[in-house]
């Protein structure tokens, strides 16, 4: 019985001084912390084009006083998130509500092109709903668009006319078009009413 004790006692010890002599250090220090390694690339959910959109109804309101900034990075982001929410009719209400065609009204003569073409765009996608054609038309918005018709950049006057095709599906919207706009307007009035015809 005292043999098979010493016999145990002997083969714990020899255990123990094999598990100590292969880790040189005592357990819970480490001889390096680690590192986290940051990537140079954007994570692949980032568009670094668009604006951040707030929640709720702080968005459209962020947005609008981003459309307002002097610095064109900005403003040319603010316009890119726009188009992406004006898809939306609940949106473009809101939007018009909250003061966001007189600030697009005013980006309308914007130096940079493509203010003017984002600006636009955002204004035909608002004219594809019923609610943004109406708030067009209260808003004076066929005047201001009326500056663009000669402007030097394509997109600008394509986004330009699928505007004024979808405002002249209102009859308030032809009547406004021949109500001394211009001949000109009128004329492009006439043209988009005849291809909105059924």
Request: hydrophobic fraction near 40%; glycine fraction near 6%; proline fraction near 4%.
């Amino acid at each position: 019985m005292g043999q098979a004790l010493w016999l145990a006692d002997t083969r714990r010890l020899h255990a123990l001084s094999f598990y100590r002599g292969s880790f040189s250090k005592p357990f819970g220090r480490c001889e390096k912390m680690a590192h986290a390694r940051i990537s140079m690339y954007m994570p692949p959910d980032i568009d670094p084009t668009k604006a951040a959109i707030a929640y709720g109804c702080r968005a459209l309101s962020k947005l609008n006083e981003e459309l307002q900034s002097r610095d064109l990075l900005t403003r040319q982001k603010a316009l890119v998130a726009l188009c992406d929410l004006m898809h939306d009719p609940e949106y473009v209400y809101e939007a018009i509500n909250i003061g966001c065609l007189e600030s697009l009204k005013t980006l309308l003569q914007d130096d940079d092109n493509l203010v003017r073409i984002k600006t636009t765009e955002v204004l035909y996608i608002m004219a594809t709903h019923y609610v943004g054609r109406v708030g067009f038309l209260k808003h004076d918005i066929i005047q201001a668009l009326s500056l663009l018709l000669s402007d030097h950049q394509t997109l600008c006057r394509e986004n330009l006319h699928q505007a004024y095709k979808h405002l002249a599906q209102l009859p308030k919207g032809r009547v406004v078009s021949h109500m001394g706009s211009g001949r000109r307007l009128s004329a492009v009035f006439c043209f988009c009413s005849v291809c909105a015809r059924p």
